[in-house]
């Protein structure tokens, strides 16, 4: 028997041969889950590496980087990334400090609102182009609505902007507050030019351009009779510009082609060139000067919440962490 004969080589051959037997069995050691490790903390909240590996992942497809990058090029990428991180989970917790939170409902309704323009396959097309999935997406959506919510509260109010102040701007910069010719311009599109023409003899001779326009324009704003609205000079295309702004009022165009079909114009209003009121302007100058001033202010806040925050950020365990 074969165990007879290892009585005759004594212990040392057993365990020889078990340790053979045993090393065909072992697996290799395995690196431990991005999930389980540890690469920063932020007043005592971890950062796990796979809530970094995303982070890094989506910003190196936005960024459209390399696959393989210069070793400098690499660390700066990390550190901008651990810091993008850092910087948000401080606002979380400034936010949870301060009362501000989102209730799912306000999320969910300003996700549908956003995904309103989006067929499902586009959707799914965009988040695979972008390494990321709808989960994370509306996570992140979250997460911004509640930090929105802690500038609101905590950083807006401190903005202060005198009257004078707008009124000083408005005198240095009275050429960025003029208003160009404009018109107001009715059209029918049609699909062929056969159909656009005999559309246009129509109103020629006597046709109501508006309910014409209802009845046959495969445009949106057929419904609406047409209706284009007010616009100045460059917001439409240049071959549109350069017949409507020449139209004398209520004269209806030739046929004009494009890309979407065959138009009929007609403007019923123009206006000249005019310059804004300081009360017109008024507006417009203190959403300038409120957003300025609210950045500058965060810029603060932020540096002051960092600086005042426990942060360690283990780069060992940072800058091997792959994909």
């Known amino acids: 028997m074969v165990m007879m004969k290892f009585k005759e080589y004594g212990l040392p051959v057993l365990a020889l ?7 065909g069995c ?24 796979n809530h970094f590996l995303k982070e890094y992942t989506a910003m190196k497809t936005r960024l459209r980087l390399a696959e393989k990058l210069d070793e400098k090029v690499e660390k700066r990428l990390r550190d901008g990334v651990i810091d993008k991180i850092i910087d948000s989970e401080i606002l979380l917790q400034e936010a949870r400090k301060a009362g501000v939170s989102v209730s799912k409902s306000d999320s969910d309704s300003l996700v549908e609102d956003i995904l309103g323009g989006f067929s499902p396959a586009r959707l799914q097309l ?7 999935d709808l989960g994370i997406w509306k996570d992140q959506v979250r997460r911004n609505l509640v930090i929105e919510g802690l500038i609101q509260k905590k950083i807006a109010p401190l903005v202060e902007i005198q009257d004078k102040e707008l009124k000083s701007y408005y ?9 160009g010719e404009r018109v107001h311009a009715f059209h029918i599109v049609l699909p062929s030019l056969s159909e656009a023409d005999e559309i246009r003899n129509e109103i020629v001779f006597g046709g109501d351009f508006e309910e014409i326009a209802i009845k046959y324009s495969v445009s949106p704003d057929g419904k609406k009779g047409g209706d284009l609205g007010v616009f100045s000079r460059g917001q439409m295309p240049a071959e549109f510009d350069s ?20 138009h009929i114009f007609k403007v019923v209003k123009k206006y000249k060139p005019t310059a804004m009121k300081f009360e017109e302007a008024r507006g ?25 925050s426990e942060i360690v950020i283990f780069s060992d365990r940072l800058y091997v962490l792959k994909p």
Request: charged letters at 30%; a negative charge; proline letters at 4%.
């Open 26 to 49: 072992t697996k290799e050691p395995q690196e431990p889950e991005p999930r389980t490790i540890t690469v920063a903390t932020v007043n005592g909240q971890n950062i796990m590496g």
């Open 126 to 132: 965009i988040l695979e182009k972008n390494k990321s």
């Open 17 to 23: 041969v078990a340790m053979l037997l045993f090393q």
């Open 171 to 179: 005198n240095e910069h009275k050429e960025e507050f003029s208003v």
């Open 284 to 308: 417009i100058i203190y959403e300038r000067m409120f957003y300025q001033r609210l950045e500058d202010l965060f810029s603060k806040w932020m540096k002051d919440a960092k600086d005042q």
């Open 243 to 262: 017949i409507l702004f020449d139209l004398q009022l209520n004269e209806i165009s030739r046929v004009i082609e494009s890309p979407y079909g065959y």
